[in-house]
């Protein structure tokens, strides 16, 4: 009926037109049955195939098997094993290799060989490309291997007569018994044949059965890892990255080695997950791998690891996942000892030694210490070491206290200050060095950053100083830095000082800040710094948290730095520089006193004429200079170094009063140092140096901290 039939080479659209016409053409006849719609039958062809067999070959059973195997006729095969006795364990052999590892497979194919060694040896070596493949493989391998099938394969029968089921029967209210259903039932006959086989001792055991309990112990090994390979990469994300290369290694590996090479990639929670599921051999080895953490690492990543100290001072056990019974095959055949697993560990790094095995409280302040001194010198990294000694203190582990404190102050010295100082340098380093570079960037005329400075960073190094008790308190340490800057200068300690009067003083003790303030006076021998002594004297509070002997002894203090300050200033006024350091150091040496009340008559006397007036008030302030602080010289030596510098001076009228001075004619009466205002020096009429030699701008002090 295809009209195309003899030119099949025609193109589509010329066999489709052929098609279609003879289709019309017998839709007409069939309608109007009229002969010109008629179609000619055509003639049929008739095609004969001719066979000749050229030659016929005599093959055996054993090799036709053998043949169809290896062409994947496994039907065939299955039935000429079936018919001639052959062994049909080599048939699904073939397919069980030929194919992917799946529940499937494992039921069609591997379930179906009765060749223990054999399927044990695929279950053991054979690894998936899935996880839960994987899983089922294990599972399937611990099912020919449980305790029912060992038992079966014994040569003498175990005894169960000490085996029956003690669990009590259940009953109903009636007093019938409860009959347990399939599932229980099953789970007491795997109860009492894990019983027989815990009897079993493994040297009676058969070679087969040997076999099985090595392989059961394999099994278990590999499912404990696959578990924690699981735990490691996240139930949900398990399948997709899943990785049998890793696989292949980590289910043999050193447990120690394996949380080392993870510590070291940064992955805290694969070590999370060796500790929780194999902790029985990592943890003796904690601090080592644990160290084994980038330093670069911030350790807040791994603070669920760190060990931590109880409220009653024990180290607290590290909490891990619930681990599984112990296996019957684990009870008749002990695994290898893990104890020398982390060996290596200590082998390389023996410093490390000292942390192996059980945790004590010592030990873990010794880590930390150990530790934050590593990652500050090994990175650089002082929040680092600073967050790790932290956190260990919030875990209780005691006498980290001062490291902290040191950290905080290096973290100050680098970050803030900008000095390159290791923590090493700095635990060596003496903590007035420490203030020292602190306070370093502040220059004199930039007191508003000096007293910043030291309310921000210095004062928790002072703190740190209390608390440590070793050497100098925080008043005496920020005293000795003061001591240090006033030798030159008192803008900066002078700073400190008014920073220091207020509801936030920096120097809390009123008794350490009259006695810091004195010595800073006396230190400072610049003779342009009496103005800035007057201010800090005008800093000190009237009355004093001291004893009562302390109390009486700032008051004495106070009264002679008061008088050297106005001996300075009258002698200062007269255009002679001096400093209060001066007038203390020479006011007990007759010759040296005597040698600065000469150069300030000396020093006046060679100037212009001098009045009579202007005379008698020179000679009343040397008076007064020696009964106020110079006692150590004579009265009479007065007059005669002022005599001797009028006569020196040359000057005529100067001559008439040494003449006048030495005849006794008019000599002015002697008075001890008093306010300008009282002298005359500063409500006189003379004006030396083109100033008042006066002290009018010191207010006395003489009662303030009565």
Known sequence: ???????????????????????????????????????????????????????????????????????????????????YGLDKDIVYQSQWNSQAVS????????AKIGKHSWVLSECVSRIPDRFDTMLDLLNYGLLRTNSSAVLQLATVAVSAAADEDDEAMEVDHFGNAILPTPAEQQQREERRSDGRARKLRFATLNEEQQLMVRSRMKLLQYKDRLISYEAILGAERVNDHYSVEFFRSFRDANLVQSALNFAQAAEWKSVDALFCRHGDTTLPHRLAILS????????????????????????????GDDQRDSDWSEAILERPSAADDGQFVYNDTPDLAEFRGTLTSPVLTHWYKKRAVEIESLSGLVENSLKLISMAIERHVKGLEHLHADLLTLETLVYECGHDVSLVALLKMPLSKQLELILSRAQADDSAMFVRDIRCWAMPLLRHSEKKKKGAGGADLLGDYLLLRAKDDLRLPLAVFEASVGSKPIIADKGDLVRIALECIYECGSEDQLSLADAIVHCLPSTASSTANNHKKLLEQVDRLEKHLEAAELICGYGVGVSVRSIRDVQNNEFEAQQMLTKLARHVARKSCMEYSYFRTLLNDVLSLQGGV???????????????????????????????????????????????????????GRTPSGGSPGVSSLHRRSSSLQ
């Open 1 to 83: 009926d295809d009209d195309d039939d003899d030119d099949e080479d025609a193109p589509l659209l010329q066999r489709l037109t052929r098609r279609t016409t003879a289709a019309s053409k017998q839709v007409m006849y069939y309608l109007t049955e009229n002969d010109s719609f008629r179609t000619e039958p055509k003639a049929q062809k008739v095609q004969r195939n001719t066979y000749r067999l050229f030659s016929l070959q005599q093959r055996t059973p054993e090799e036709l098997f053998y043949r169809q195997i290896h062409s994947g006729e496994y039907g065939e095969a299955l039935r000429l094993a079936q018919c």
């Open 103 to 110: 529940p499937h497979t494992i039921q069609d194919y591997l």
């Open 292 to 319: 084994s953490f980038p330093e670069t690492m911030d350790p807040k990543e791994y603070k669920y690891l760190l060990p931590e100290i109880s409220g009653q001072g024990e180290v607290v056990e590290f909490v």
């Open 630 to 684: 110079f006692s150590c010289v004579k009265e009479a030596n007065c007059y005669q170094i002022v005599a001797s510098a009028l006569l020196a001076s040359g000057i005529q009228q100067h001559l008439q009063l040494a003449d006048a001075l030495i005849s006794g004619s008019d000599q002015p009466t002697v008075s001890t140092i008093r306010p300008a205002s009282a002298t005359g020096i500063g409500g006189g």
